[in-house]
């Protein structure tokens, strides 16, 4: 007696084994896109709500993307965004993972640390004569 199930005629089934490389099985997933964490994007809000409060901004977009994340700021929607704030884990040993990027795709800011590179938006008060 065996634990295989016999087929009409009396077969029985033969099953094949078969063996995946576990290393080729996870490269062929989609990888896990990246994400902001809840206190990176606290500190994004808070920065965005302070500039929405002001007037100059109007909306956001968050998009995670498999190689980084990016939360987009709008003086109004349908259009370019005024800014990007990136983060991408592939640089984080290198010049650093967080990024602001202007409209035009310029590099205006970027760091190993969000609040340092995030100071871009912190307004410099000007003496006027």
Known sequence: ????????GGERSRETTVVVNLNEYRQ????????FHRRELDAILKIYGRMVGEGEWKDYAIDHLKDRAVFSIFKRSGEM?????????????????????????????????????????????????
Not at 91 to 118: C, D, F
Request: net charge positive.
């Open 81 to 129: 965004p005024l800014f990007r704030i990136e983060k991408n884990p592939r640089l984080a040993n290198k010049q650093g993972a967080y990024s602001v990027l202007n409209t035009h795709g310029m590099i205006l800011k970027r760091g190993h640390e969000l609040p340092q590179v995030l100071k871009v938006f912190d307004k410099v008060l000007k003496l006027i004569d």
């Open 1 to 8: 007696m065996t634990d295989q199930p016999e087929l009409p």
């Open 28 to 35: 062929s997933l989609d990888p896990i896109p990246v994400t």
